[in-house]
């Protein structure tokens, strides 16, 4: 008996006829348009808010222009929360939100002078590619919504957020997550960081950070002879911890980064501190190692003369999950196809960035740049340039509209 043909009663379309389709919508031409004309706007803002200042812990400042920002572009339900992240909503017509964030904070502490100016195309100033870049381009997307009033299916949460850099830890998007009503509504995130078009930022990578403080009652090196030696008991636990096994696959570190103690050479010292990094793509490796540490710290108390004049401290100065996006999410097949259509050549990288607490929550999340190129991070000579821009503006704009679907 011949088979019948089976007739797919509906064709699903590929990603790619997808992202054609999005972008052969004359509104979405229209705010492609918008985006390109606007570059002298955007080099504006983007001098204008790098010289707000946003050390860590210190924001504030710049939640208060962000959200001026946010209002003047006509996003709705502009507000800034508890700590200082700043949200706003582009309406959709279903629920469920694509979250498009950037970092507002930087790693410049306070009375950093931000002396910002331009050269050409170039913006330079501490802060204005990271993430002066993420930002102008979170904005660049609601402007060009605004502009030509398109109707995403889903809601857009724009997010401003707190706390990415260093010591930071992540507590702007921590905060976030911690919240059931944004752990519920919240579908996918698009993490603007930094400069670029040619990183897709889709695995998370992990690490937990120590500072470890041996304390003992110290003396004179000649007539207290005898006591413990905090950094000798320190300096015990550094030999023993650095014999922990460290495998390539799950790629894994250790570092000792900053060591201190003591106040003179004939002083027995009265403390003695360290700072530890461990790094790792597996979860399980961090906390083997996190285990391992306190086992070589406990190890070189006991083997202290007199244990009881001894005390000491774990503090954990960092932690940040690791995550990775499986390999058939929606989002990375939404940003392929984006790639292609624009014909932009990006590979995937692991980083650590505000996408650890989505992916390390099993939610769909990447980080990409905010289009031109950026250099110098984390230096007073960091440098924008904005030549460019737009490719790396189109690219978001049409994933998110793709990951929102639109309604024409
Ligand atoms: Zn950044």
Same mark, same amino acid.
């Given at each position: ?81 508890? =700590? ?249 097949? =939404? ?45 007073l000579q960091e440098w924008f340039d904005c030549a460019g ?20």
């Amino acid at each position: 008996m011949p088979l019948s043909p089976r007739v797919p009663t509906e064709v699903q379309a590929t990603p790619e006829q997808e992202i054609a389709q999005v972008a052969s919508l004359v509104e979405a031409q229209q705010a492609c348009e918008w985006l390109r004309a606007a570059e002298p706007l955007l080099r504006q803002w983007q001098v204008e808010l790098a010289r707000v200042p946003a050390p860590p812990f210190g924001e504030a400042a710049r939640s208060l222009w962000l959200a001026e920002k946010f209002r003047s572009l006509g996003l709705d339900e502009v507000r800034i929360d508890e =700590v200082g992240n700043v949200l706003g909503v582009y309406p959709g017509q279903t629920s469920g939100y694509i979250a498009l964030s950037a970092h507002i904070d930087t790693v410049f502490p306070p009375n950093t002078p931000l002396e910002i100016r331009q050269e050409g195309s170039k913006i330079l100033g501490p802060g204005v590619s990271d993430n002066g870049a993420g930002v102008i381009a979170m904005l660049a997307i609601a402007g060009a919504l605004q502009a030509t009033a398109i109707h995403p299916s889903q809601p857009l949460l724009f997010l401003g957020n707190v706390g990415e850099e260093g010591e930071g830890d992540l507590r702007g998007m921590r905060h976030i997550f911690s919240q059931q009503h944004w752990l519920d509504s919240i579908v996918c995130n698009v993490i603007l960081d930094g400069a670029g078009t040619d990183v897709i930022v889709a695995e998370a990578l992990g690490s937990r950070r120590f500072e470890v403080t041996v304390r003992g009652p110290g003396g004179h090196s000649w007539s207290d002879y005898g006591i413990p030696n905090p950094i000798v008991v320190l300096a015990r636990a550094i030999e023993a911890f650095s014999r922990a096994t460290i495998p390539e696959n799950p790629k894994t570190s250790t570092n000792i980064g900053v060591i201190q103690g003591g106040t003179s050479v004939n002083s027995i010292p009265e403390q003695a501190s360290m700072r530890v990094d461990i790094r790792s793509t597996s979860r399980e490796e961090i906390d083997r190692l996190d285990r391992a540490l306190r086992l070589a710290l406990d190890q070189s108390l006991n083997e202290s003369m007199d244990r009881a004049m001894l005390t000491s401290e774990i503090m954990i100065i960092g932690d940040r999950p690791s995550g990775d996006l499986p390999a058939d999410a929606r989002i990375l097949q =939404v940003i392929r196809a984006v790639d292609k259509h624009l014909n932009n050549h990006a590979h995937i990288q692991r980083a650590s960035t505000d996408a650890n607490i989505p992916l390390s929550l099993d939610r769909e999340a990447v980080a990409l740049g905010g289009g031109g190129r950026g250099g110098g991070a984390h230096t007073l000579q960091e440098w924008f340039d904005c030549a460019g821009r737009d490719l790396g503006l189109r690219r978001i704009l049409l994933s998110v509209l793709a990951l929102a679907g639109v309604t024409e």
